[in-house]
């Protein structure tokens, strides 16, 4: 029998328009043989088509495992995660916890310093009062809770930084201003549930400043290295604090984890961890995972098995005396 996948996309975050091409590539991925796909579109404004997945008393009985195509804010915060958690439906990627503390990256940040992994200097507005660092430029103001370089900003002097701080606070309440580095930027697939292993980590080289949004889906000119120009040894650090870095926020399924590489230093700092990477055409995640021996469609399959063992182990737990 055919399992039912219920792929659920859009939604109301900046992203919404990322998320229509990651559940393209998604479905498309699927083999029409082993599942029967369920399409759930969340608008720009929150309205489900057809209807919204909501609790009942026993499950949705016509839904077998959910996989959210949501990025950013209201799909990968952990907001539908505690949706699907109260429906009792098997989903693909992170569940509330680590969904919630990954997008958050002033959380990420502290959690990865209490593990010991290396983090860029960093610093709160406007709760830090005075910097945590010395305010040296260039530095990039970030929104704390959104993805794909959506309101981020490097910035070279003290005019830009104030522009850059109203930018972000009109995506996020909490914004994070970090210490410029300059060097290379990799990212590493994660894929697993307790025992995760890390993909071949791929190099990013921009073609603009550095790697935002419309260098990312718009302009489509950045390039990529697969694998990355690293020596072995660095590669299999990276590798290591990648799935340290995943462990750290006890993710599960799936994230994509991005690293800068210092050239001054020569040290890698982890970035951020993306609890539901893109899978549009030119995405990484799914193309770090082919280059290492898992093309696309047994990725998508692995993910599904992933998502099912969670939930059947969930369900062996004791809710009540």
């Not at 915060?77 to 693909?92: F, H, M, N, R, S």
């Amino acid at each position: 029998m055919k399992k039912r996948v219920a792929v659920i996309y859009g939604g109301r975050s900046g992203e919404h328009d990322v998320s229509l091409r990651s559940a393209k590539s998604i479905i498309e991925a699927m083999d029409p043989e082993k599942y029967k796909v369920l399409h759930y579109l969340i608008s720009k404004e929150g309205k489900w088509s057809p209807r919204p997945i909501v609790p009942e008393p026993h499950g949705n009985p016509e839904i077998d495992v959910v996989f959210p195509a949501l990025h950013g804010t209201f799909g990968e915060d952990g907001t539908l995660q505690g949706l699907l958690e109260l429906a009792d439906l098997p989903y693909v990627g992170a569940g509330v916890l680590a969904s919630s503390v990954s997008m958050d990256k002033e959380v990420m940040k502290r959690l990865m310093k209490e593990r010991g992994l290396p983090v860029v200097d960093y610093c709160v507005v406007p709760r830090c009062g005075a910097w945590t660092f010395a305010p040296d430029f260039p530095m990039f103001v970030k929104p704390a809770n959104l993805g794909s370089s959506v309101g981020i900003s490097k910035v070279g002097n003290q005019e830009q930084l104030t522009a850059a701080i109203e930018l972000a606070s009109s995506y996020d309440r909490k914004v994070i201003v970090e210490r410029g580095i300059i060097g290379r930027e990799f990212e590493c697939s994660v894929l697993g549930n307790e025992d995760p292993i890390a993909a071949v980590p791929c190099e990013i080289l921009p073609s603009r400043d550095f790697y935002d949004y419309e260098d990312k889906y718009v302009l489509e000119t950045a390039r990529t290295v697969l694998p990355a120009d690293l020596t072995p040894e660095k590669t299999a650090e990276l590798r290591r604090l990648a799935v340290e870095c995943y462990k750290a926020v006890e993710c599960e399924g799936m994230a994509r984890v991005d690293f800068l590489l210092e050239t001054a230093t020569d040290r890698l700092y982890i970035n951020e961890i993306n609890t539901i990477p893109g899978f549009t055409s030119i995405s990484m995640y799914p193309k770090m995972w082919e280059y290492s021996g898992l093309p696309m469609p047994k990725l998508v399959d692995r993910l599904i098995e992933l998502a099912l063992e969670r939930h059947l182990a969930k369900q062996r737990l004791r809710y009540s005396k």
